[in-house]
């Protein structure tokens, strides 16, 4: 019984230097992989930034436009403020009893024949 008894050959080993060489890159790249995707988000994050503090001040401006014309609308519904600009700007005045409105017809109304109507 002293036979041989049929040797396993083993598949070649790595050593240890080139396992260590091996963990070594893949880490690197792990860390690498990690520190650009956090540049990347970061960047993402200050663009966001940007827009956010372009879109608020654009809000600003709105919300003082929209207050100003709120104002306007405001004094131009005041009916002091209607006859005051009725009567400064377009030189109206108060219709009295002796004051006539008349209705042209459109006979009397001149009009210009088609051919010499002035282009602008």
């Given at each position: 019984?002293?036979?041989?008894?049929?040797?396993?050959?083993?598949?070649?080993?790595?050593?240890?230097?080139?396992?260590?060489?091996?963990s070594?890159?893949?880490?690197?790249?792990?860390v690498v992989?990690?520190g650009?995707?956090?540049?990347?988000?970061?960047?993402?994050?200050i663009q966001?930034?940007?827009?956010l503090?372009?879109?608020r001040f654009?809000?600003?401006r709105?919300?003082?436009t929209?207050?100003?014309?709120?104002?306007?609308?405001?004094?131009?519904?005041?009916?002091?403020a209607v006859r005051?600009i009725?009567?400064?700007?377009?030189?109206?005045?108060?219709?009295?009893?002796t004051?006539?409105?008349?209705?042209?017809?459109?006979?009397?109304v001149?009009?210009?024949?088609?051919g010499?109507?002035?282009?602008?």
């Open positions: 019984m002293s036979g041989t008894a049929p040797r396993r050959t083993r598949a070649p080993r790595l050593s240890w230097r080139v396992g260590r060489f091996v070594f890159v893949v880490l690197v790249i792990l992989g990690t650009l995707y956090q540049v990347h988000e970061r960047h993402k994050l966001l930034g940007y827009v503090d372009a879109d654009e809000q600003r709105m919300l003082e929209n207050k100003r014309l709120r104002l306007a609308l405001s004094a131009h519904k005041d009916p002091n005051t009725a009567k400064e700007r377009l030189g109206m005045r108060a219709a009295t009893q004051d006539e409105f008349r209705v042209p017809d459109d006979k009397a001149p009009t210009a024949p088609e010499e109507v002035d282009e602008p």
